[in-house]
């Protein structure tokens, strides 16, 4: 447990990935930009305090000397992060790009960071960090795929899953993957806002439920509702890079595009923590359903 990690971006996926690191011996340092904002400067310093981890006040104080640095910031930052952090980083680091962004980004940004020296690695989560957390599946890409692997099982990864290719080919599978996730999160907050307008809510889900046996389109309903009221802004933010994915590929990207003003609209909301239940989501987003499913 000797080695210790730096992370950049301290949110809901790097809490999860260092629960129990430190109480085990593991030195955590970490930035988060949100420690310089002072409305949100308090509760992020009782994150690090919470998990023992050590929080620094600049991007060159968290990396300077760093070994192995995660990095987990939303999909509009992940770039501004890369070159924040080239400026202090040490020759032979490793970088593995955590971020829900396009293989073109994960280019760039590996540009970036080998400019000064760094090892970059692509790593792509495939599913929500809770409740798996460090059991959550990676995929990595990239020409230090094969040792990033090693350095993250290590760490206490357990489902690290290299895929060949260069850098930007975990996040293809990544963004690519997302136009189902999160456009079906999407389209049943579509669907279950308009059921709840027309009064239909419980026929909407019997019949839907009745067409796909063993399910549960309520608790279904429940839940993509849920992540996108408390996530949908940063959703929306990983959207826009799944659209730039497909656009890249010259395939089109209308429902993507789609997916992305939904989940944005839900996200603005402010509705977070969420009402509990389906019912008290639909009564929170019935004065907005209108604006929401725009």
């Not at 310093?45 to 760093?66: I, K, N, P, Y």
């Not at 000064?116 to 409740?131: F, Q, T």
């Not at 009221?229 to 933010?237: D, E, F, I, K, Y």
């Not at 959207?239 to 089109?252: D, I, K």
Request: glycine content about 8%.
């Amino acid at each position: 447990m000797s080695t210790p990690v730096t992370f950049v971006g301290f949110g809901e996926a790097a809490s999860a990935f260092v629960d129990g690191w430190t109480v085990s011996g593991r030195a955590v340092r970490a930035f988060d930009r949100k420690t310089g904002v002072p409305a949100t400067r308090e509760a992020k310093q009782a994150d690090f305090h919470r998990l023992g981890v050590d929080g620094r006040s600049t991007m060159a104080d968290a990396v300077a000397e760093a070994e192995l640095v995660l990095c987990l910031v939303t999909a509009d930052q992940a770039m501004a992060a890369a070159r924040e952090a080239a400026l202090s980083l040490s020759p032979g680091a490793m970088w593995f790009d955590m971020n829900s962004v396009a293989p073109d980004t994960k280019r760039a940004a590996a540009r970036v960071i080998e400019a000064v020296g760094g090892r970059y690695v692509d790593v792509a989560v495939l599913s929500p960090v809770h409740p798996k957390q460090r059991a959550v599946p990676l995929l990595v890409s990239g020409p230090h795929a094969e040792e990033g692997a090693v350095r993250l099982l290590d760490l206490g990864f357990s489902n690290v899953t290299p895929i060949g290719g260069a850098v930007g080919a975990a996040a293809a599978v990544k963004m690519i993957r997302s136009v189902i996730v999160k456009g079906i999160e999407a389209l049943s907050a579509e669907c279950a806002i308009a059921a709840d307008q027309a009064g239909v809510v419980d026929a909407v889900v019997a019949s839907l439920n009745a067409s796909d046996p063993g399910a549960d389109w309520a608790a279904r309903f429940d839940y993509n509702l849920d992540r996108m009221m408390v996530h949908g802004l940063r959703r929306a933010a990983e959207m826009e890079e799944s659209r730039a994915t497909l656009e890249a590929l010259g395939v089109g990207s209308a429902m993507t595009r789609a997916t992305v003003e939904l989940q944005r609209s839900i996200g603005a909301l402010g509705l977070s923590p969420p009402p509990e239940g389906l019912a008290a989501k639909l009564d929170a987003l019935t004065p907005r359903s209108d604006e929401a499913a725009a």
